[in-house]
C-alpha cells in the first residue's frame, strides 16, 4: 500500500469528510477531517487501511484563527506509510469524539490535551486530570494567552 493509493481510497470513502489531503513524501501524508466523523475515519483507517498504530495524538493552538488543531499521527504495522490528521475545533468550544474506542492508547493523550488545552472528548471512558496540580485545572497552560507562555525562564540543560 502507498500514499497514493491511501489517499484514493480515504477521500473515495469520504469525499465530504477528508479535505486538503496531500502527500508530502512516499511515506508521509497530510489530511484533514471534519471533527465529527473523526472516529468513522479512524475505523476505517485502522480496520481497511492497516493503520493499527496511534502513534501520538496532540493539541496545537492558533488564537489568531480562534482555532484549536487536534493533530493525530497514525502509523501501520503492515506499511510505511504514516498520516497525520487533523480535526480543527472552534477555540471557545473544542469538543471531539474520543477516538479510545478504536485506538486504546488515545486515553491518555486525549486526558493530556484535555487538561492542557481544554479539548473536551466526548464519550471518553475517563476524561480526568492527569498530569496538572489540582491549582491549575482549567487554567488550559499549553494555549498561547496563557499568562507566562511561553516560559522563558526555562534553561536550557543540555
Given at each position: 500500500?502507498d500514499?497514493?493509493?491511501?489517499?484514493?481510497?480515504l477521500?473515495?470513502?469520504f469525499?465530504e469528510?477528508?479535505f486538503?489531503a496531500?502527500?508530502?513524501?512516499?511515506?508521509?501524508i497530510?489530511?484533514?477531517?471534519?471533527?465529527e466523523?473523526?472516529?468513522?475515519?479512524?475505523r476505517?483507517?485502522?480496520e481497511?487501511?492497516?493503520f493499527?498504530?496511534?502513534?501520538?495524538?496532540?493539541?496545537?493552538d492558533?488564537?489568531?484563527?480562534?482555532?484549536?488543531e487536534?493533530?493525530?499521527?497514525?502509523?501501520?504495522y503492515?506499511?510505511?506509510?504514516?498520516l497525520?490528521m487533523?480535526?480543527?475545533?472552534?477555540?471557545?468550544?473544542p469538543e471531539?469524539?474520543?477516538?479510545?474506542?478504536?485506538?486504546?492508547?488515545?486515553?491518555?493523550?486525549?486526558?493530556?490535551?484535555?487538561?492542557l488545552f481544554?479539548?473536551k472528548?466526548?464519550?471518553?471512558?475517563?476524561?480526568?486530570?492527569?498530569?496538572?496540580?489540582?491549582?491549575?485545572?482549567?487554567e488550559?497552560?499549553?494555549?498561547?494567552?496563557?499568562?507566562?507562555?511561553?516560559?522563558?525562564?526555562?534553561?536550557?540543560?543540555?
Open positions: 500500500m500514499a497514493n493509493s491511501i489517499i484514493s481510497s477521500t473515495g470513502k469525499p469528510d477528508i486538503d496531500n502527500i508530502e513524501s512516499e511515506i508521509r497530510v489530511a484533514k477531517v471534519k471533527p466523523n473523526v472516529v468513522e475515519v479512524c476505517y483507517l485502522k481497511d487501511l492497516s493499527g498504530h496511534l502513534c501520538c495524538e496532540f493539541g496545537v492558533y488564537p489568531d484563527r480562534n482555532e484549536i487536534v493533530i493525530y499521527v497514525i502509523g501501520s503492515e506499511h510505511p506509510v504514516v497525520t487533523k480535526a480543527i475545533l472552534p477555540r471557545d468550544n471531539v469524539e474520543s477516538v479510545v474506542p478504536v485506538y486504546w492508547n488515545a486515553n491518555w493523550y486525549e486526558r493530556e490535551t484535555y487538561e481544554g479539548v472528548y466526548l464519550n471518553h471512558p475517563d476524561l480526568k486530570p492527569l498530569v496538572l496540580p489540582k491549582e491549575m485545572l482549567g488550559w497552560p499549553l494555549r498561547k494567552d496563557y499568562k507566562g507562555f511561553p516560559n522563558k525562564t526555562a534553561r536550557n540543560l543540555v
